[in-house]
């Protein structure tokens, strides 16, 4: 089974910079793009970034300047950069990927449990 597992969140002040990463596991045959997502409270899930499998990235404009999305393909792994944080990135940050279990298998979307990202002003 494929899991993602997010790790590095954490509280930190506003102007502070946090990097996430989130790593994949399990039966992998290919990994296409990857995305963070972030659920704050009382809102929808929201993309924050998405990066292709050849490092073509995309962001939100409420992140744009701020945040940087990285992988390593080798290591099956999505980094999110963030510096000059605010407060209203307080959120759940989501891994997410769009992977091929096997060879026989199509591509699958995968989330990871997420982790709690607490800017404090």
């Known amino acids: 089974q494929v899991q993602l597992v997010e790790s590095g969140g954490g509280l930190v002040q506003a102007g502070g910079s946090l990097t996430l990463s989130c790593s994949a596991s399990g039966s992998i045959f290919y990994i296409n793009r990857m995305a963070w997502y972030r659920q704050a409270p009382g809102r929808q899930r929201e993309l924050v970034a998405r990066?292709?499998?050849?490092?073509?990235?995309n962001y939100a404009d409420s992140v744009k300047g701020r945040f940087t999305i990285s992988r390593d393909n080798a290591k099956n792994t999505v980094y999110l950069q963030m510096n000059s944080l605010k407060p209203e990135d307080t959120a759940v940050y989501y891994c997410?990927?769009?992977?091929?279990?096997?060879?026989?298998?199509?591509?699958?979307?995968?989330w990871g449990q997420g982790t709690q990202v607490t800017i404090s002003s």
């Open positions: 997410n990927s769009d992977i091929r279990p096997n060879s026989n298998s199509w591509y699958l979307d995968y």
């Open positions: 990066i292709a499998s050849g490092g073509i990235a």
